[in-house]
Structures are given as structure tokens and as C-alpha cells.
């Protein structure tokens, strides 16, 4: 069973780097805990609850997304005047491009979103999962995107991206220029937001694009904790999706536990290895 609630939110509560929690008495109760963060000026508290023993980390992703969003929401809250969000339903450019998730986002799409969409919405997902994987073999990039140079090689990497961009292949999930699993997107998906025309997303050119700043970045902590576990971590989401074989939902003793470690990976350190 998924968890996903924070106070007021849907999750927890954001704020520094402290994190407390209480054990129930009946041990199966879930454990609640709280923290804070420092988002630019603005200090979130956030609190909630998660389950008390082993679980999945795909258990754990709803709570991950609010907490997400509550990031997200305080940076764009710190805009300065006139600059605003652009993003919208109907500007679906940004969904053309390769998109970097954790090994655990990828299980959570394989094995809780996909399966439970309505069998109408994912006969059409999955028909253009098939028809992505055509245009990916006739372009060339399908073992481009499937072995994707290592973060070492970054100008190779940008290189693969731009032409995956111009290639023009849709996101699967995407219908009408809008994403059709919005509440469950992905990490990275949340945090790119721009203030620059929508429609110049469609032919990015430098100095046209201006991206909303998000000090801190869930999905490289979740990224770098995955890493942990299976090198190096991560995977373009068009390659999860074309390849669910790979994708397996990752077992952790403690929640709190694991909350702990994502807590210290989000606050506590900057890119590096090979975390997008």
C-alpha cells in the first residue's frame, strides 16, 4: 500500500535536516515523523507517517512526490516579481525530452502506475510505448539511450539528449499536450519549470529558456540512494518503459530509516558520480 501524507500536505512537513520520530505500541501502526527545511528564505515544517517495518521504496513514493512538490512550491513561492511559471496543460514540448529517474521510479511506473491506469488509457500508453520503440530503432538511438555515456562524458550525453529532443518522440504518457499521469509523474518532471514563454520550449535556442531554480533536487537524492544499491542508480524513463525486465521494486528494512538517508542525500550533498 502506497503512503503518501504529510501535514497539509499530503506527506509530511518540510524544514531543516532534523527528522524525529515515535514507534506506536502496535507494531504495525505506522510511525510518525516531522523535520523541516531551509528552502531559500522561506523554512518549511513538514510531518506525516510511514509504515512501521520493511516495506518497498515504491511504498514510499506518493510521500517522495508531495514532499516533492512542497520543495517545488516554495522555490516558485521565492520567484522574483514579474517572473512566473509558464508551464501549463496544452505545452507538452518539455515531454520530448529524456527524462532521468531512479531505479525506484521506474518500478513505481512499471508496477503501480501503468498497471492501474484504465484499460482504455493504457491500451493507448502502451501503443505508443510501442510505437517510441520503432521510431527509437529507425533513428539509431535505441542502444544510444539504452547505454548512455556516463556523467564523466557530459557533452556526449547533452549531445544524445538534443538529438532525442529533435527526434520529436512524445512521452508515452502524454495525451492532448498534457500528462495524463500528472499526480504521479516523475521526480525530475516536477522540477523542471520555466518562466520563459511556453512556446519557446518547441525550439529551445540559448538564452531562451529560463528554469525556474529548485535549491534542492529529490530526484538526484533519490537517485544517488539508488545508486547505492545498483549503479549507477538511474535510467532514461523511455528506457524503463521499453524494458520492464530491469525494473524491480527495492526492499528497505526501515522507512524511517531510508527517510533519514534521503534526507542527508537531498540536504547534504551536491552532484556527483554519476547522478544526472
Known amino acids: 500500500m502506497p503512503w503518501g501524507t504529510i501535514g497539509g500536505y499530503a506527506p509530511g512537513t518540510l524544514g531543516k535536516a532534523a527528522i524525529s520520530a515515535v514507534s506506536l505500541p502496535a507494531p504495525n501502526d505506522p510511525i510518525p515523523f516531522s523535520f ?26 506518493p510521500l517522495l512526490h508531495a514532499l516533492c512538490n512542497a520543495v517545488i512550491e516554495a522555490a516558485v513561492r521565492q520567484l522574483p516579481p514579474p ?35 484504465a484499460p482504455d488509457h493504457r491500451s493507448r500508453v502502451e501503443s ?64 523542471y519549470l520555466v518562466t520563459s514563454p511556453a512556446d519557446a520550449c518547441a525550439s529551445p535556442t540559448p538564452g531562451t529558456i529560463h528554469p525556474v531554480s ?37 526492499q528497505i528494512p526501515d522507512a524511517i530509516g531510508f527517510l533519514k538517508e534521503f534526507l542527508t542525500e537531498l540536504l547534504g550533498r551536491s552532484h556527483s558520480g554519476d547522478a544526472p
Open 128 to 191: 505508443r510505448i510501442r510505437e517510441a520503440s520503432i521510431r527509437l530503432e529507425t533513428s539509431g538511438l535505441s542502444d544510444l539511450i539504452r547505454n548512455l555515456p556516463t556523467e564523466a562524458d557530459r557533452e556526449c550525453r547533452q549531445s544524445i539528449g538534443l538529438r532525442y529532443f529533435l527526434t520529436g518522440i512524445p512521452c508515452p504518457f502524454l495525451e492532448n499536450a498534457s500528462c495524463s499521469i500528472h499526480p504521479q509523474r516523475p521526480l525530475a518532471c516536477r522540477e
Open 83 to 117: 517572473a512566473k511559471v509558464s508551464c501549463g496543460p496544452g505545452c507538452g514540448a518539455c515531454c520530448r525530452q529524456l527524462v532521468p529517474i531512479s531505479h525506484s521510479e521506474a518500478a513505481w511506473l512499471l508496477h503501480e502506475v501503468l498497471p492501474n491506469l
Open 36 to 61: 523541516s527545511l531551509r528552502i531559500g528564505a522561506e523554512t518549511l515544517d513538514l510531518s506525516g507517517s510511514v509504515p512501521d517495518g520493511p516495506c518497498t521504496v515504491t511504498d514510499l513514493m
Open 214 to 250: 529548485i535549491p534542492l533536487k529529490p530526484s538526484g537524492a533519490m537517485i544517488r540512494l539508488d545508486a547505492k544499491a545498483t549503479a549507477p542508480g538511474w535510467r532514461t524513463m523511455m528506457d524503463a518503459l521499453l524494458d520492464s525486465n530491469r525494473a524491480a521494486s527495492r
